[in-house]
């Protein structure tokens, strides 16, 4: 299968712990999503990136979190000194940039953080 | 990016059409309508858009009102793998620098055998 994977797909830590995830776009993708979804509510827009650059965050994306995307293919998402309100679902999607693009998101299956 | 409402949920009978209602009554001339939907424990899944004219593939159809301010998905023949959360969300086109995809609440849907 080619599609967005994650890793870990579960993560229990406690309070205070720092977590990295891991998102693995589709290969020709040259844009990378970030959402954060907790019970009951949509994706909430966290950040992206188009290729290697990160072009725009959320305000939801305090000082705890980093996203990078390196080379512009895999991208990682670490939250630091992690509070009880992160605890939810984080998803990633990609997709193409080109000019013919449909807009079109792929997401992940998601990890979801539980923060003891 | 204009705003959407939709009812929280919705009841549909196995083998009959499911026809979601969504209202964007502020959308722009230069925003898409796209439907995605979320089964339990997955990531959202793209449907179908438009953005004025009626559209259809093969999971469902897109029907647009002439004055774009409402429009309804439809799921022709629903089954038991179609209870999901269906999101309605307007957006510009990508192609015009449009990148970010804001999702609302959704739609639950129950098909009932």
């Known amino acids: 299968d080619t599609g967005v994977s994650q890793d870990p797909r579960h993560k229990i830590t406690k309070r205070g712990q720092n977590v990295t995830f891991r998102c693995d776009p589709i290969?020709?993708?040259?844009?990378l999503y970030w959402y954060r979804q907790t019970l009951g509510q949509g994706p909430e827009f966290l950040t992206y990136f188009q290729n290697e650059a990160q072009l725009e965050k959320s305000r939801l994306l305090s000082d705890r979190f980093s996203a990078e995307r390196p080379k512009g293919s895999f991208s990682t998402l670490e939250i630091q000194r992690t509070e009880q309100g992160d605890s939810a679902m984080y998803l990633c999607?990609?997709?193409?940039?080109?000019?013919?693009?449909?807009?079109?998101?792929?997401f992940g299956e998601g990890s979801r953080l539980t923060v003891l | 990016d204009a705003k959407t409402t939709q009812p929280t949920s919705m009841d549909c009978a196995e083998g009959r059409a499911a026809n979601l209602p969504c209202n964007h009554s502020t959308i722009s001339g230069n925003e898409y309508v796209y439907w995605y939907r979320q089964i339990h424990s997955q990531g959202p899944q793209y449907i179908i858009h438009?953005?004025?004219n009626n559209e259809t593939n093969e999971m469902a159809s897109l029907i647009i009102t002439e004055d774009r301010k409402s429009s309804t998905l439809i799921l022709p023949h629903a089954t038991l793998r179609d209870t999901a959360v269906y999101y309605c969300?307007?957006?510009?086109?990508?192609?015009?620098?449009?990148?970010?995809?804001?999702f609302g609440a959704g739609t639950r849907l129950f098909v009932k055998a």
């Open positions: 438009g953005l004025k």
């Open positions: 999607a990609s997709s193409y940039g080109l000019a013919f693009y449909t807009g079109e998101l792929f």
């Open positions: 969300i307007v957006r510009v086109a990508p192609n015009t620098g449009g990148f970010k995809t804001i």
């Open positions: 290969s020709e993708h040259n844009r």
